[in-house]
Antibody, heavy 124, light 108 residues
Framework: EVQLVESGGGSVQPGGSLRLSCAAS????????MNWVRQAPGKGLEWVSY????????YYADSVMGRFTISRDNAKNSLFLQMNSLRAEDTAVYYC?????????????????WGQGTLVTVSS | EIVLTQSPATLSLSPGERATLSCRAS??????LAWYQQKPGQAPRLLIY???NRATGIPARFSGSGSGTDFTLTISSLEPEDFAVYYC??????????FGQGTKVEIK
């Protein structure tokens, strides 16, 4: 069974840093693209960042560009999100999500499954 | 940025009724649209991708249609477990993509 488990969330003051982790199991992690998506309390979903299977291609939403860094360790089946210069508007549940695959075809555009999320609260 | 507008914001229906959810894009996204279901306290789950393809394990009562700027998610006969929030998502400008604000399907 594919499983994604996020960790590393917590409370931090504005301007602070956090590093989120996502532990993957049940699939060959190194073969799949991964994403981070966040959801502010009571709000909708926002795509945050993408990383290719090898880690060589990375993209960010404009809202986090220059402050967040996505990375992965394929040997340890882990995805990371280093978040610096945190702002109140970064407060959200952060989900890691695997690219969706079906019938041997993988779709970089779609996300499934998702982890259960980890809450990041930025407040003074 | 492509904006997705979902309507209605809330849909109040009874089990067994048909649900029709709309998602309108501010510009064409071709068929690069997906629908997700999210239940309280849970992560989203992919229902429909590429506008009309059901994801693995999704019941046949869920169907998607549309292309360009207008899309529809239909639940033919609501089951108790279908009451949730539904989001559309576009990836026409992959990898960047946007989500709609969501439609809550609640029990009437």
């Amino acid at each position: 069974e594919v499983q994604l488990v996020e960790s590393g969330g917590g409370s931090v003051q504005p301007g602070g840093s956090l590093r989120l982790s996502c532990a993957a199991s049940g699939f060959t992690f190194s073969s799949f693209e991964m994403n981070w998506v966040r959801q502010a309390p009571g709000k909708g979903l926002e795509w945050v960042s993408y990383i290719s299977s090898s880690g060589s291609t990375i993209y960010y939403a404009d809202s986090v560009m220059g402050r967040f860094t996505i990375s992965r360790d394929n040997a340890k089946n882990s995805l990371f999100l280093q978040m610096n210069s945190l702002r109140a508007e970064d407060t959200a549940v952060y989900y890691c999500a695997k690219q969706y695959c079906s019938g041997g075809i993988c779709y970089g555009a779609w996300f499934d499954p998702w982890g259960q999320g980890t809450l990041v609260t930025v407040s003074s | 940025e492509i904006v997705l507008t979902q309507s209605p914001a809330t849909l109040s229906l009874s089990p067994g009724e048909r649900a029709t959810l709309s998602c309108r894009a501010s510009q064409s996204v071709r068929s690069y649209l997906a629908w997700y279901q999210q239940k309280p306290g849970q992560a989203p789950r992919l229902l429909i991708y590429n506008a009309s393809n059901r994801a693995t394990g999704i019941p046949a009562r869920f169907s998607g249609s549309g292309s360009g700027t207008d899309f529809t998610l239909t639940i033919s006969s609501l089951e108790p477990e279908d009451f949730a929030v539904y989001y559309c998502q576009q990836r026409n400008n992959w990898p960047r993509g946007t989500f709609g604000q969501g439609t809550k399907v609640e029990i009437k």
